[in-house]
């Protein structure tokens, strides 16, 4: 079987902008000459539960959803969404997550509490596990809300699209008037490593 | 030029390639996007309907006045519009026309899981089923063909992983050429009377047989010799999970899922070993395989239920697993209203009222989730206000009482009306509640005719609910701000305890309207520490910009506090505080 696919995921919470990252990093691919494939759902999860997006690319994509654990790349909005995604990765595979928590229902009205330590288990099980404050350093490169693109950044350097198909994506995806602030917060992500 | 679709984006641009010159749909996931973007293409008159039977009508017009139309729909719409469609089948068309049916495997977004195929062996019309965006296009465009070849509607199959899906498409130009749409009287083929159908019936027959024939040598149809032991008929997506799966092995692929190729298939089955039918839901084509005296393996192996994926595929063939990395039990992350959502505080007052509610499809259906609890029947769109009248002609008089139907302003306007009629024409005691957040929310925002506007953005007439209401002879009809709990509740006690029919209507826009006339967001509130006791009492609504923070002592104690990025200034945990203790930050 030809191997040369790449397998995202791209999880966190309805509402967290999952979706035009995953836009942002087809578009990528395409340029770089791949086939290319996504699928996730909507509807239901975009009232703040739980979202996945499956992106593919590579010489020839069939499935568009990523086969149950052979993930290459698990890349996180939310902290326990990401925890709750490690069975979709392949073992070895990779994990660039943000150190953001948002809690669920049961947690907001006191039931349950947000577990602790997730980071240190995930990076038990995934050596490679990036954490990275992205609205930390969103805010650096001039607005939190590029945290998004800050996590793009840091997934890039671990995917074999050259730099400049991310800026042609970036050009396309996002809207003029936040486009340089969204190109600082990518490199941001690109260099924390 | 070569772009990025999701199947849906395909699909409208399939229908523009095609000249189409009408589309008309009900919203509906995951069928939706597909009207949002016709949109796009000034030579296609876009429009909302307010149900899918209405949809179909207007498309079967535009089909009869000589053009081509697009008509939209997830699976269960095309319950609602079955009965043009089986008519449809036997008078034909003018202009092509093409049904999309959108299914739901695996229910990410539906109340069932049923297989539209199952329509159209049923309704005895043509359907095709791609599997990615290039042939969703491509499909497209081939199925308004057939239609005007075949003088039949055509059916186009979707699912939410092909809706959904996105991937690499090649654009194309449209069509030019096709005929002006004028008028042309032809009744013997378009009034249905017994006497013409008699005639049209073995047309119909006919050109089921005349398809399968040419499906044999249709390019949609596509025989794939690799490894002879193993020969898979797929189509649809599955087609995609079997490439992935496995590989080499021989693949029947079907673009027409209805009328199947029997020639093909008895030519495949013939050069393979072992045959097996690979489909989700339904053993459609297996059953029809297996009629025509072929041995095959289908449901044996593959479930009836849900929605087909690589590692469910590799288990039916027992194929290796990659091992799995241990996921630990993590509190759940299910949907909810938004903060300041104003279904929010008629959910609570009928939880505190303890009313049955029968309920409807809408963002309102979560009002069932804990804290809020209070959604007792969910079964189909506009079904909230008949069930209340029957559980009316059974329950104890003072049972009655404590019946409330709950529907949302879209959901009344697409099949709740007939309802309301019956409720009022046989006085059935039950209270309806008609959500009116001037817009269809769950879906994504549609306008509908109550909203003022079009889906082309046009203003238009927006239709008055109470004196629609009032037109239908309902005597008790009241008003409410929902943002206002003691309103709320008074309110609808009152009408609970009268002895027949009665409507309130919540007059509050959803959050999200994106006019900037519509939601104006109040001053965010916060949380007084030193006055909140703890109480828990404003948790109860469930709001998520509330937080409880523990005390972290370890003991039960804590206190509230407001996100205030999350909240919208609705009031309504405010008027909950018996302690003072949450107010606006001015």
Known sequence: MSRQITNILLVGVGGQGILLASE????????????????????????????????????????????????????????????????????????????????PPSVLMGQELYPEGLAARIKAQFSDFLLVDGQKLATTAGNAKAAN?????????????????????LEKMVPARALEINKRAFQMGREFQ | MKTILSGNEAIARGAYEAGCLVACAYPGT????????????????????????????????????????????????????????????????????????????????????????????????????????????????????????????????????????????????????????????????????????????????????????????????????????????????????????????????LGMVHPLPHDLIREFAAKVDTLYVIEELDPFIEDQVKAMGI???????????????????????????????????????????????????????????????????????????????????????????????????????????????????????????NGLMDMVYNNAPATVIILDNSITAMTGRQDNPASGFTLMDDPTHAINIPLLCKALGVKNIRVINPLDLEETRRVIAEEMERPEPSVIITNKPCVLIKRDDVFQKGPVYAVDAYKCTGCRACLKIGCPAIEWLPAGDGSKKGKANIDPLLCTGCDVCRQLCKFDAIGSVK
């Open chain 2, 295 to 417: 041995p095959a393996i289908g449901k044996e192996i593959i479930s009836l239920c849900g929605e087909l994926t690589p590692g469910r595929l590799r288990a039916a063939f027992k194929l290796p697993q990659p091992s799995e990395s241990s996921v630990e039990k993590l509190p759940g992350r299910p949907p909810n209203m938004c903060p300041g959502c104003p279904h929010r505080g008629v959910f609570y007052t009928l939880n505190q009222l303890k009313a049955y509610v029968t309920g409807d499809i809408g963002c309102y259906t979560l009002g069932f989730m804990p804290p809020l609890s209070a959604m007792d029947t969910c079964v189909c769109m506009g079904a909230s206000i008949g069930m209340a009248t029957g559980v009316t002609k059974v329950v104890s008089d003072e049972e009655k009482k404590k019946v409330v139907a709950v529907i949302g302003d879209s959901t009344f306007l697409h099949t709740g009306l």
């Open chain 2, 30 to 253: 995951p069928s939706t996007e597909i009207l949002q973007n016709t949109l796009q293409y000034k030579e296609i008159n876009s429009s909302w309907a307010p149900n899918e039977k209405v949809a179909l009508e207007v498309a079967i017009g535009a089909s009869f006045g000589g053009g081509r139309a697009l008509c939209t729909m997830k699976h269960v719409g095309v319950n609602v519009a079955a009965d043009p469609l089986f008519t449809l089948a036997y008078t034909g068309v003018r202009g092509g026309l093409v049904l999309v049916a959108a299914d739901d495997p695996e229910m990410h977004s539906s109340q069932n899981e049923q297989d539209s195929r199952n329509y159209a062996r049923f309704a005895k019309v043509p359907m095709l089923e791609p599997s990615d965006s290039q042939e969703c296009k491509e499909f497209t465009r081939l199925a308004f063909e057939l239609s005007e070849q075949y003088d039949a509607p055509v059916m186009l199959r979707s699912s939410t992983r092909i809706s959904h899906g996105k991937s690499v498409v090649e654009l194309g130009e449209r069509v030019t050429g096709l005929p002006v749409p004028k008028l042309e009287k032809n009744p013997a083929k378009l009034v249905m009377l017994p006497g013409n159908a008699r005639v049209r019936h073995p047309l119909v027959e006919q050109k089921l047989v005349d398809l399968s024939k040419a499906a044999a040598t249709m390019p949609i149809n596509r025989l794939e010799l690799r490894d002879k032991t193993i020969g898979i008929i797929t189509a649809g997506i599955c087609y995609q999970y079997v490439r992935e799966v496995l590989p080499n092995a021989s693949t029947l692929k």
């Open chain 1, 24 to 103: 942002i990093l087809s578009e990528a691919a395409m340029l770089a000459g791949f086939d290319v494939k996504k699928s996730e759902i909507h509807g239901m999860s975009q009232r703040g539960g739980s979202v996945v997006s499956h992106v593919r690319y590579g010489t020839e994509i069939n499935s568009p959803i990523v086969p149950e654990g052979e993930g290459d790349i698990l890349f996180g909005f939310e902290l326990m969404e990401t925890a709750r995604s490690l069975s979709l990765l392949k073992p070895g595979g990779s994990v660039v997550a943000n150190d953001l928590q948002i809690s």
């Open chain 1, 149 to 169: 693109t800050v996590l793009l950044g840091a997934v890039s350097k671990r995917l074999n699209i050259p730099e400049e198909f991310w800026m042609k994506a």
